[in-house]
């Protein structure tokens, strides 16, 4: 293949080749998404519905429950098509996911790094929390978040598909993204996108030096508050969001760090579950167990939708 243009399908790496192991990787992912479905369509349902919870920090988990809902959407329901069907091929369809997914995962770091000054305010700041965290400000900040993540995304897609593909049609990973693409490009071609992933690479790194600079004043002040309750109260409020970027930010940094000795087709699946799976899952399931007041939500929610059920 001489260049994109003569390409019009690319194959995804399948888990395995036997049919009976590619169902029961389509039972386990469509498991793995149902609960993803439900936990964060539960708490996106819980904020809109509880006018105790319409403040910026529920918010921007709100948000944060939207994206997270778009990106598992966008690679899951693709794979377990493929392993239900027994394909590989995606069409005209990998610009899209690769869009989507770079789209949502940049807008939900952009977002974690909102969150972290929300966290930031409301414990180092609380006098000053209103004014800085007016409603038009968060909106502002939210879609600035969303914005950048698209703008990123875009740039990225665009850059990605017009550099010729030399090197074949065949994805190492079970969905489309940019690394991958990078892989069939000729070897002089892809130093334009280099030069973006560079941009990108540091934009991040400022968000995660912000990040961290943002907990060490709040565990200072959080240190420094006299009672045992007021401690444990501060620390609930910003343990759920330092554990979800924990984990975001591991896996990502793993899945893009990881020594090449240890790489392989079947390692590099399983990385890509990690970090593109595994946080949009499990970060609804972190909040609603950390968070007593969401909880409580949550609780009411379901009796007034349960009545009988929550009774019994």
Known sequence: MSNSSSITQFLLLPFTDTWELQLLRFWLFLGIYLAALLGNGLII???????????????????????????????????MANSLWDTRAIYSGCAAQLFSFAFLTAAEYYLLTVMSYDCYVA?????????????????????????????????????????????????????????????????????????????????GFVCFIFIILSYVQIFWAVLRIPSEQGRHKAFSTCLPHLAVVSLFVSTAMFANLKPPSISSPWVDL????????????????????????LKDAIRKLMTVCFPKAVMS
């Open 45 to 79: 349902t819980t904020i809109a519905w509880d006018q105790h919870l319409h403040t910026p920090m529920y918010f921007f988990l709100l948000n944060l429950a939207l994206l997270d809902l778009g990106s598992i959407s966008t690679t899951v329901p693709k794979y």
């Open 123 to 203: 414990i180092c700041k609380p006098l000053h929390y209103g004014t800085l965290l007016g409603s038009r400000a968060c909106v502002h900040m939210a879609a600035a978040a969303w914005a950048t993540g698209f703008l990123s995304a875009l740039l990225h897609m665009a850059n990605t598909f017009s550099l010729p593909l030399c090197k074949g049609n065949v994805l190492g990973e079970f969905f489309c993204e940019i690394p991958q693409i990078l892989k069939l490009c000729c070897s002089h071609s892809y130093l334009r996108e280099l030069g973006l992933l560079v941009v990108s690479v540091c934009l």
């Open 270 to 293: 399983m990385v890509s579950v990690l970090y593109s799976v595994i946080p949009p899952t499990v970060t609804p399931l972190i909040y609603s167990m950390r968070n007593q007041e």
